[in-house]
């Protein structure tokens, strides 16, 4: 069957969005649609060139007989600020407040759109990392590793508090919790994750950072190494911040109880990733 260009072009977006950062032949499309190499480049231009125009990614072109196409995640640096600034506006509403200078956010890390939002922001800062495996802690993180599992193309593995049956044997550390120091645990199964993996952690808030460093020693215990660490938030009042290096989204500068206000800002995001989509007209 022969397959027209408008054809081609759809269903090799839809493979190479649906496979990020996978190097994808040219014999595969070419047997893919029965077509020549030479009319398969032509497409992947026009699907470069549409990906970068509207801020989708960007294709990287690998030479010779191995080499192929992959499919980069990316972000435009007015889309970033604006998705930001989404996200700013829902999370200062007064109406999230608790008892406790505690913030309401259920509502926010089960929301698929602004999940979406936060997926692709992550993905656009470390798509260019080389990332073998997500890891969160259990439960609040979860959503958003698994946004940006989507984009990167990797697994997630949770950590968890406490072991489970259906979890196997595993491996547990003891950690100091930044804010409270208390002394807290973390279980991973030894089956998540083999020796040597490069991982991303990611987490929905961050005050002193005791649960990244936790997450940190956890992954030494299987060799790993930590390839970036992503937060949704983080609490600009800390004396002592146990982690240095960090991407951020928000940052929650001040809440007042009395007054009902919530102060967010934005996070580091734009002082740690420095290659953006170009603008185009």
């Known amino acids: 069957m022969k397959f027209k260009r408008s054809e081609r072009l759809i269903d090799m977006t839809h493979y190479l969005m649906e496979h990020p950062r996978e190097l994808v032949s040219l014999t595969f499309f070419a047997d893919r649609f029965q077509s020549a190499k030479s009319s398969i480049s032509e497409d992947l231009v026009i699907v470069k060139e549409t990906f970068e125009h509207r801020g989708v990614g960007t294709l990287q072109t690998i030479p010779g007989a191995a080499g192929g196409v992959k499919y980069i995640p990316g972000i435009q640096r007015k889309q970033a600020e604006e998705l930001i600034a989404s996200l700013r506006e829902h999370v200062s509403h007064s109406d999230r407040l608790l008892p406790g200078g505690y913030l309401y956010m259920t509502d926010i890390l089960g929301d698929i759109h602004l999940m979406n939002h936060v997926g692709k922001l992550f993905a656009a800062a470390f798509a260019n990392k080389e990332i073998d495996f ?148």
């Open 134 to 281: 997500i890891m969160t802690v259990a439960t609040k993180g979860i959503g958003i590793a698994h946004a940006a599992a989507r984009y990167l193309g990797v697994p997630v593995v949770v950590v968890r508090r406490d072991s489970k049956v259906t979890e196997g044997s595993t491996v547990s550390i003891n950690y100091v919790s930044g804010s409270s120091r208390r002394i807290q645990t973390m279980v991973l199964s030894k089956r998540s994750l083999p020796q040597g993996a490069r991982v991303l952690i990611v987490d929905d808030f961050m005050k002193a950072g005791g649960t990244a460093a936790g997450m940190k020693n956890l992954l030494e215990e299987f060799s790993a190494t930590v390839a970036g660490t992503a937060i949704l938030i983080e609490s600009d009042h800390v004396e002592e911040r146990l982690v240095e290096q960090y991407t951020s989204l928000l940052k929650l500068s001040n809440v007042d109880e009395r007054e009902k206000t919530i102060q967010v800002t934005t996070g580091n995001y734009f002082d740690q990733v420095y290659s953006f989509l170009p603008e185009i007209e």
